[in-house]
């Protein structure tokens, strides 16, 4: 599996955020338990709570999506994926942001603004690093190793003269 940091990060905010969302519907719904288990606090009621639902479940599936292109099979697929992938964390940061600047309802996404704001600090590492790794090659640099194995395999096609020189002759 290629882009294992970036794989990591996509997934991990994928799954937090569909959790979160899936926890702002339920509780929209009247529930306050799932499975004998609490559930966390809500974020807000009515169209509050829906909006946040909605784009925490909406950037989960833009994360997932972006994953699944990112590791496609073509240039352009990966290319996508890298988009969709950047776009999504773009999403996680303004709710970050928002929940800095503006407190509820995304402070309550949030419950540790500190570790939110590393988690999105590593994640973009993440996703740079894998980029630069996994850049497609430059047009020169692939002319000039077509080039140099060219003059290689021409090279090594030419019959070599050898130097035979019998004692007696000089």
């Not at 799932?34 to 989960?60: D, H, K, M, Q, R």
């Not at 990112?70 to 940061?93: T, W």
Request: net charge negative; glycine share 12%.
């Amino acid at each position: 599996m290629k882009r294992i940091p970036t794989t990591f990060a996509l997934s991990t905010w994928a799954g937090f955020l569909a959790v979160t969302g899936a926890n702002e519907i339920l509780h929209l719904n009247g529930h306050a338990a799932l499975g004998g288990f609490a559930l966390e606090p809500s974020v807000g009621t009515g169209p509050v709570g829906w909006g946040v639902a909605l784009l925490c479940i909406g950037t989960a599936a833009l994360l997932a999506v972006g994953l699944i292109r990112l590791h496609g099979r073509d240039d352009a697929e990966i290319g996508q994926g890298e988009l969709l992938s950047f776009a999504g964390i773009g999403v996680c940061s303004a709710m970050v942001i928002a929940a800095t600047l503006f407190g509820q309802p995304f402070a309550a996404v949030f419950d540790r603004l500190d570790l939110a704001f590393w988690s999105l600090g590593l994640s973009l590492v993440a996703l740079a690093f894998d980029a630069c790794i996994f850049a497609p090659d430059d047009e020169d640099e692939m002319d000039e190793m077509a080039f140099r194995r060219t003059v290689a395999a021409i090279s090594a096609s030419i019959p070599r003269q050898t130097d035979v020189r019998r004692d007696g002759d000089a």
